[in-house]
């Protein structure tokens, strides 16, 4: 059968046509033959990623990313993952944007499930993560330092204008003056420490001797109080007590009207009594010494006895 020259031409437009489009789509990192798995991934921030970045899993490329694009209604961004293998990915795997080093944008990581079945198929979406790269976590980590060498910067120049106004030139003057003083000071200190260093070593002797007797006075006081136990001094003590007690006891009684000394302190009628006694010894006794002739009469011519009177007042004198 014999082609057409018009056949060829519309063969060659539509494979030129079709070339053209794989071309088109092979420049935009699609292939029209690949027959690849495809999942997505939602997040709130993909700084630092780019399309082509590599999809890994523990390390081991498996994928690369298509395209990034932002939804309409809620401003995230929908990420396409090219999975280029058959492993199995969990559902509630994680897709975890990282950084791994300095030098290099960011990729992403897939972290599998493995305890869950339910595998997911092309065009499923997996659980998003992001995890701070070295210069995120060094600038995470730096930023409340800054904020405290901030703070501290403020409180030293705050001190140091407190002390520069403190510091004035009255205030230096007066300082200057001290310190002046206080090494006059240090230089008598001196002078006087090397006194008191020749005063010792002269009189080493006799320090020693002081020393001696200072240890013989801690023996002496050490024998006295070998010598109070000895003495039982404590059964001398509650002997003492015994003895206060039994004057306490005496007093109480005395106190009371108890025994004689209480009776005559506490009896009226007894008090009365001894006081009348006394006075009538006493003015027998002056009767006595006034008319003795009345006691005792000594005559040889049988003279008779006075009557007796008593006498008026104890200054009563005798009748010549």
Same mark, same amino acid.
């Given at each position: 059968?014999?082609?057409?020259?018009?056949?060829?031409?519309?063969?060659?437009?539509?494979?030129?046509?079709?070339?053209?489009?794989?071309?088109?789509?092979?420049?935009?990192?699609?292939?029209?033959?690949?027959?690849?798995?495809?999942?997505?991934?939602?997040?709130?921030?993909?700084?630092?990623?780019?399309?082509?970045?590599?999809?890994?899993?523990?390390?081991?490329?498996?994928?690369?990313?298509?395209?990034i694009t932002i939804q309409e209604n809620t401003g995230k961004l929908l990420v396409e993952i090219q999975m280029n293998n058959d492993f199995p990915i969990a559902k509630s795997s994680t897709a975890s944007i990282y950084e791994p080093g300095f030098i290099g944008g960011k990729q992403?990581?897939?972290?599998?499930?493995?305890?869950?079945?339910?595998?997911?198929?092309?065009?499923?979406?997996?659980?998003?993560?992001?995890?701070?790269?070295?210069?995120?976590?060094?600038?995470?980590?730096?930023?409340?330092?800054?904020?405290?060498?901030?703070?501290?910067?403020?409180?030293?120049?705050?001190?140091?204008?407190?002390?520069?106004?403190?510091?004035?030139?009255? %205030?230096?003057? $007066? @300082?200057? !003056? #001290?310190? *002046?003083?206080? /090494?006059?000071? +240090?230089?008598?200190?001196?002078?006087?420490? =090397?006194?008191?260093?020749?005063?010792?070593?002269?009189?080493?002797?006799?320090?020693?001797?002081?020393?001696?007797?200072?240890?013989?006075?801690?023996?002496?006081?050490?024998?006295?109080?070998?010598?109070?136990?000895?003495?039982?001094?404590?059964? %001398?003590?509650? $002997? @003492?007590? !015994? #003895?206060? *007690?039994?004057? /306490?006891?005496? +007093?109480?009684?005395?106190?009371?009207?108890? =025994?004689?000394?209480?009776?005559?302190?506490?009896?009226?009628?007894?008090?009365?009594?001894?006081?009348?006694?006394?006075?009538?010894?006493?003015?027998?006794?002056?009767?006595?010494?006034?008319?003795?002739?009345?006691?005792?009469?000594?005559?040889?011519?049988?003279?008779?006895?006075?009557?007796?009177? *008593?006498?008026?007042?104890?200054?009563?004198?005798?009748?010549?």
């Amino acid at each position: 059968m014999k082609i057409t020259r018009e056949v060829k031409t519309a063969i060659l437009v539509i494979s030129s046509i079709l070339l053209c489009f794989w071309g088109y789509t092979f420049l935009k990192g699609k292939n029209l033959f690949d027959n690849s798995r495809k999942f997505y991934v939602v997040y709130d921030n993909v700084e630092g990623l780019a399309p082509s970045a590599a999809v890994t899993i523990n390390g081991l490329t498996v994928g690369k990313i298509n395209t990034i694009t932002i939804q309409e209604n809620t401003g995230k961004l929908l990420v396409e993952i090219q999975m280029n293998n058959d492993f199995p990915i969990a559902k509630s795997s994680t897709a975890s944007i990282y950084e791994p080093g300095f030098i290099g944008g960011k990729q992403i990581a897939i972290t599998p499930n493995f305890e869950d079945k339910n595998y997911a198929e092309s065009g499923d979406y997996l659980q998003p993560e992001v995890k701070l790269g070295l210069t995120a976590s060094l600038e995470k980590n730096l930023a409340p330092i800054q904020e405290k060498l901030d703070k501290l910067l403020l409180n030293a120049d705050a001190m140091i204008t407190n002390i520069n106004n403190v510091l004035d030139a009255n %205030t230096q003057a $007066n @300082l200057k !003056k #001290t310190i *002046a003083e206080l /090494n006059t000071t +240090m230089t008598n200190f001196s002078a006087v420490s =090397g006194d008191l260093k020749k005063i010792t070593s002269e009189n080493k002797e006799k320090l020693g001797s002081m020393v001696a007797n200072l240890d013989k006075t801690t023996g002496n006081f050490a024998k006295i109080s070998e010598d109070l136990e000895k003495a039982k001094l404590g059964a %001398t003590v509650e $002997n @003492l007590e !015994k #003895t206060l *007690a039994n004057v /306490n006891k005496l +007093m109480a009684d005395m106190e009371s009207g108890k =025994g004689t000394m209480g009776k005559l302190m506490k009896d009226e009628a007894m008090y009365n009594n001894l006081t009348k006694a006394s006075k009538e010894i006493e003015l027998l006794l002056q009767d006595l010494r006034l008319h003795p002739t009345r006691y005792v009469n000594v005559s040889l011519f049988g003279k008779k006895e006075k009557p007796y009177v *008593a006498p008026t007042t104890a200054t009563e004198q005798p009748k010549k």
